[in-house]
């Protein structure tokens, strides 16, 4: 009988849990409430631990551990950690993130920085030369006296003794990268030699990201041993190959070797368990890694291409798209000559050449190196005061400019070009102030002899002058008009997340005495149907769409209100009436009829909707 995971087995008088993990089932030793905090500080808190997060953690416990509450107690563990609390760890331009390509063959791109001075240890090495596979992960960290091109070039050889000679090497422009040692090793190795652009190291951010992790991690341990931190690098990096990746889905460790490596937690649990590592042999076990390593790999570009995926949404949310042509003068953000943690806007210089979407090549007359090549995120716009002051005025001076539209970034750079072409051809249609109607006008309906007046609502005088201001505002756009009315529906001031206030009327007295409009509302699931073979999908919200609608004469005495600064009613249609959606949705549809093929409201909302993008663009 085969059982449902997780389940429950008993090995020599050992309680299991048995939980299938991916493609692998592992059998988790149950550990009594003595043994759990042993457990805990071999995981994390051990050198071999590397002191790393809550996740990488429970990666690591979970593979051989189980018992009641192991989630929250490696939580509650990692989150009190002195070390950690200890050595816990700025706005500006952010175009859209580029994904690099997916490399696929270990060690056929490989990262490199250095990183240091750190505290010179008793062997006199202040130094850490950074090497990372793009496939795998695997990280290497060597200790360094100096970083002399020499240097650099005889440890690189050393790794490519081990892992083989890469295709390509990514790095940024330091000195001793772009030197003539280094230079001429690539040369004979036929290794293709990237750079970053300067001053953007995110562009090699797998390094970058890994530096910081192990400065992190050795911060928790110079603190104990500041002199042989290079006698602890190993250790260091035995914790960060042995879990697994978010990108990838697998340790470093398993995807180099094809096996998951044996540790200092298996030591525990085979110390418990009295047990020791079956017998392979050397046929067998190649064969194994083999199987397993060709296994995996189709799951890693999987988990790669959803990781980027990821970081590609998050970080393009507060992004946008930006671009400039050759002559255009920029500003540039560089270090000063002071210290290179201090960086100010220079220039303007000129855009000589776009090399990317996201880099170009800058003229830059009187520094060293005349032209240089920036990413778009230390670029700005120079606006010359001269030129817009001297240029005469040869374009319609009401000319609206082009209307700030949030465009997806699912998008390709031909189509935004294409939507913004768009909107600059038809400005006329974008404004902050509401149109007007004439298809439908709003009607309250009661029955005679019915009159609502109830007494205002007291405002506080803090509030007395924004309720000023807004009364101001919607006399100056007609919404409505001072009045003599005998009916009076109190206002209400709602607030508004930002702090400010939402002028709105209560109603209700009101609605209770109108007649119901009947009018069909559409139903969501039925516009959801109709989107459902669309490839293309833009959404329009209308300005203040109800303000579009006028009152009837009857209806506007009907909507009177009382401030204090006098009594006025409304002309076109407000808020809170229960017969307004009704209203609003039957000119939307009388407006859309000839359109209902692809386009759809649902209130002040329309949608068109397209199975291509030329159609939908026309």
């Given at each position: 009988m085969r059982l449902a995971f997780p389940h429950m087995a008993q090995r020599k008088d050992l309680l299991y849990q048995v939980?299938?993990?991916?493609?692998?089932?592992?059998?988790?030793?149950?550990?009594?409430?003595?043994?759990?905090?042993?457990?805990?500080?071999?995981?994390?808190?051990?050198?071999?631990?590397?002191?790393?997060?809550?996740?990488?953690?429970?990666?690591?416990?979970?593979?051989?551990?189980?018992?009641?509450?192991?989630?929250?107690?490696?939580?509650?563990?990692?989150?009190?950690?002195?070390?950690?609390?200890?050595?816990?760890?700025?706005?500006?331009?952010?175009?859209?993130?580029?994904?690099?390509?997916?490399?696929?063959?270990?060690?056929?791109?490989?990262?490199?920085?250095?990183?240091?001075p750190v505290v010179k240890s008793a062997r006199g090495h202040q130094y850490i030369l950074v090497i990372m596979d793009y496939a795998t992960r695997y990280p290497e960290a060597i200790p360094l006296r100096n970083t002399s091109a020499k240097t650099i070039a005889k440890e690189l050889v050393q790794v490519f003794s081990r892992v083989g000679i890469p295709k390509e090497i990514l790095t940024d422009q330091g000195t001793l990268f772009m030197s003539k040692v280094t230079k001429e090793l690539c040369r004979l190795f036929k290794i293709s030699h990237l750079r970053t652009s300067v001053y953007h190291p995110q562009t090699d951010g797998l390094v970058e990201r890994f530096n910081k992790t192990l400065k992190n991690m050795l911060k928790k341990v110079v603190d104990r041993d500041g002199r042989n931190w290079d006698f602890l690098l190993p250790y260091l990096m035995f914790a960060i190959r042995e879990v697994p990746q978010a990108s990838t889905g697998y340790s470093p460790f398993e995807l180099v070797y094809g096996r998951h490596p044996r540790g200092l937690?298996?030591?525990?649990?085979?110390?418990?368990?009295?047990?020791?590592?079956?017998?392979?042999?050397?046929?067998?076990?190649?064969?194994?890694?083999?199987?397993?390593?060709?296994?995996?790999?189709?799951?890693?570009?999987?988990?790669?291409?959803?990781?980027?995926?990821?970081?590609?949404?998050?970080?393009?949310?507060?992004?946008?798209?930006?671009?400039?042509?050759?002559?255009?003068?920029?500003?540039v953000l560089v270090p000063t000559a002071e210290s290179k943690f201090l960086a100010k806007w220079q220039g303007p210089y000129e855009i000589v050449e776009k090399k990317s979407e996201v880099n170009y090549k800058v003229l830059q007359p009187g520094r060293r190196k005349t032209e240089q090549?920036?990413?778009?995120?230390?670029?700005?716009?120079?606006?010359?005061?001269?030129?817009?002051?001297?240029?005469?005025?040869?374009?319609?001076?009401?000319?609206?400019?082009?209307?700030?539209?949030?465009?997806?970034?699912?998008?390709?750079?031909?189509?935004?070009?294409?939507v913004k072409e768009f909107l600059r051809g038809n400005t006329d249609f974008f404004s902050?102030?509401?149109?007007?109607?004439?298809?439908?006008?709003?009607?309250?309906v009661v029955e005679p002899g019915v009159l609502i007046n109830v007494k205002p609502y007291r405002i506080p005088e803090a509030r007395r002058e924004a309720v000023s201001a807004e009364i101001g505002k919607m006399l100056a756009l007609g919404i409505i008009e001072e009045s003599h009315s005998d009916w009076s529906s109190p206002i209400v001031l709602v607030p508004k997340p930002d702090g400010s206030i939402r002028f709105c009327n209560d109603f209700r007295k009101l609605n209770a005495v109108s007649r119901f409009d009947a009018y069909p509302m559409p139903r969501v699931d039925e516009l959801i149907d109709q989107l459902g073979?669309?490839?293309?999908?833009?959404?329009?919200?209308?300005?203040?769409?109800?303000?579009?609608?006028?009152?009837?004469?009857?209806?506007?005495?009907?909507?009177?209100?009382?401030?204090?600064?006098?009594?006025?009613?409304?002309?076109?249609?407000?808020?809170?009436?229960?017969?307004?959606?009704?209203?609003?949705?039957?000119?939307?549809?009388?407006?859309?009829?000839?359109?209902?093929?692809?386009?759809?409201?649902y209130l002040d909302d329309v949608v068109i909707h397209s199975p291509d993008w030329q159609t939908h663009l026309v």
């Amino acid at each position: 009988m085969r059982l449902a995971f997780p389940h429950m087995a008993q090995r020599k008088d050992l309680l299991y849990q048995v939980v299938r993990q991916g493609e692998d089932v592992v059998e988790q030793l149950l550990v009594p409430q003595p043994y759990r905090k042993l457990v805990l500080d071999l995981a994390h808190g051990h050198v071999l631990g590397g002191h790393l997060g809550v996740e990488k953690t429970k990666e690591r416990i979970c593979r051989r551990f189980f018992w009641p509450g192991l989630h929250a107690d490696i939580k509650n563990y990692c989150e009190s950690c002195p070390e950690c609390q200890q050595s816990a760890p700025v706005p500006h331009f952010r175009s859209p993130l580029v994904p690099l390509p997916i490399i696929e063959v270990p060690f056929e791109r490989v990262g490199m920085d250095l990183v240091g001075p750190v505290v010179k240890s008793a062997r006199g090495h202040q130094y850490i030369l950074v090497i990372m596979d793009y496939a795998t992960r695997y990280p290497e960290a060597i200790p360094l006296r100096n970083t002399s091109a020499k240097t650099i070039a005889k440890e690189l050889v050393q790794v490519f003794s081990r892992v083989g000679i890469p295709k390509e090497i990514l790095t940024d422009q330091g000195t001793l990268f772009m030197s003539k040692v280094t230079k001429e090793l690539c040369r004979l190795f036929k290794i293709s030699h990237l750079r970053t652009s300067v001053y953007h190291p995110q562009t090699d951010g797998l390094v970058e990201r890994f530096n910081k992790t192990l400065k992190n991690m050795l911060k928790k341990v110079v603190d104990r041993d500041g002199r042989n931190w290079d006698f602890l690098l190993p250790y260091l990096m035995f914790a960060i190959r042995e879990v697994p990746q978010a990108s990838t889905g697998y340790s470093p460790f398993e995807l180099v070797y094809g096996r998951h490596p044996r540790g200092l937690l298996d030591i525990a649990k085979e110390t418990w368990e009295g047990q020791t590592t079956p017998f392979k042999t050397v046929i067998e076990h190649v064969s194994m890694m083999q199987d397993r390593i060709a296994a995996v790999m189709p799951l890693v570009r999987e988990h790669m291409e959803q990781a980027q995926e990821a970081q590609r949404r998050v970080y393009n949310r507060g992004a946008k798209m930006r671009s400039f042509n050759p002559g255009d003068k920029v500003l540039v953000l560089v270090p000063t000559a002071e210290s290179k943690f201090l960086a100010k806007w220079q220039g303007p210089y000129e855009i000589v050449e776009k090399k990317s979407e996201v880099n170009y090549k800058v003229l830059q007359p009187g520094r060293r190196k005349t032209e240089q090549i920036y990413q778009i995120n230390l670029l700005k716009l120079w606006k010359d005061r001269e030129a817009l002051l001297s240029t005469p005025a040869t374009s319609n001076p009401m000319a609206r400019p082009t209307p700030e539209v949030p465009i997806a970034d699912t998008l390709s750079v031909a189509q935004r070009n294409e939507v913004k072409e768009f909107l600059r051809g038809n400005t006329d249609f974008f404004s902050e102030i509401p149109g007007l109607t004439t298809v439908v006008h709003h009607d309250i309906v009661v029955e005679p002899g019915v009159l609502i007046n109830v007494k205002p609502y007291r405002i506080p005088e803090a509030r007395r002058e924004a309720v000023s201001a807004e009364i101001g505002k919607m006399l100056a756009l007609g919404i409505i008009e001072e009045s003599h009315s005998d009916w009076s529906s109190p206002i209400v001031l709602v607030p508004k997340p930002d702090g400010s206030i939402r002028f709105c009327n209560d109603f209700r007295k009101l609605n209770a005495v109108s007649r119901f409009d009947a009018y069909p509302m559409p139903r969501v699931d039925e516009l959801i149907d109709q989107l459902g073979t669309a490839r293309y999908i833009t959404t329009l919200d209308l300005t203040k769409g109800y303000w579009q609608i006028p009152l009837t004469n009857r209806a506007r005495e009907k909507t009177a209100f009382s401030t204090p600064d006098g009594s006025f009613q409304y002309t076109r249609m407000p808020f809170g009436l229960h017969g307004a959606p009704a209203s609003f949705q039957r000119l939307m549809d009388r407006l859309l009829k000839a359109h209902r093929r692809y386009a759809a409201a649902y209130l002040d909302d329309v949608v068109i909707h397209s199975p291509d993008w030329q159609t939908h663009l026309v």
